[in-house]
């Protein structure tokens, strides 16, 4: 018998066939992550030059006399103004502040809304009956009722609290009971076959199914959060950033009140990067 110099394998009839494909789903998957890698990447690596263009644009802009620096100042100016106030003690304060009142907005929002959402949930005719209102409600332009708190809760830490509230809780709900709704109800009925309690349908199905819209609410709560804690602090505060930018438009600092938006920005990232972080933790288990 002569040697198979064309690489087929003969088949049982003596004719040669193509050689099977064997490739390994483990090298697959290795390239398919090594690519999404590598566009996360370049994703990553874009951003960063478009801000510092932006940047390098402004400061160039800033320092030619293109735009008018008493307005928009320039980056070299703000950062030296923060160093400044960081190096004095100064700024670390009103820092603190605003962050502690927006993780507590933030923090109490969200679960008030979940809260809010599971009762209308559970009970169809309160759900029918408060409908309109919830409605009414998110219609409602959130900084008229400002003055209201203040009235109602004294001009401190509770009126800022319940500002931002009155912006996070009733998107919250209203998303969240949105997401109740959607899951299948196929697999409501699977878990009742078996016995399941209403609490249990809950537990085990409704709520683990809505957790992705849960977690796309807590990134937009992390906005609206920042705006309820600025304009509760335009308001009433007497220290916190939303304060140092209506003392930086009274005194005509514009440097300052860009300084405290950066700030604003630099933790808003933060907070958002952080819910990212864990919205992929979360679907890594659910796969």
Known sequence: MGNNKSGKEPSENGQSKEPRSTADPQLIYQAFKRARNKEKLIVHITQVLLLALFLGSWE???????????????????????YTKAMDGSLLPHIGITVAETAAGFALGTLCGLLIATIIWWSPFLARVLDPYL???????????????IV?????????????????VIITTLVIYNAFHEV??????????????????????????????????????????????IVGEFLV?????????IYGFQVFNFTLV?????IIAAFATFMYQLVAAIESRISKRRR
């Open 60 to 82: 160039y802009a800033g320092r030619a006399r293109l735009i008018d620096v008493f307005l928009f100042s320039y980056p070299s100016k703000i950062f030296n103004l923060l």
């Open 258 to 262: 860009l300084a405290s938006l950066f």
């Open 184 to 229: 299948d109800a196929n697999y409501v009925k699977v878990v009742k076959v078996f016995g399941a309690t209403k609490t249990q349908s809950y537990s085990k199905v409704i709520l683990p199914a809505s957790f992705p819209a849960i977690v796309s609410t807590l990134k937009v709560n992390v906005g609206l959060a920042w705006v309820g804690v």
């Open 152 to 168: 109602a809760l004294g001009s401190g830490i509770l009126s800022i609290i319940a500002t931002i509230l009155s912006i996070t």
């Open 237 to 245: 505060a007497k220290e916190g950033l939303g304060y140092l930018i």
């Open 135 to 149: 409605v009414v409600l998110n219609s409602l332009p959130k900084v008229a009722l400002g003055p209201l708190f």
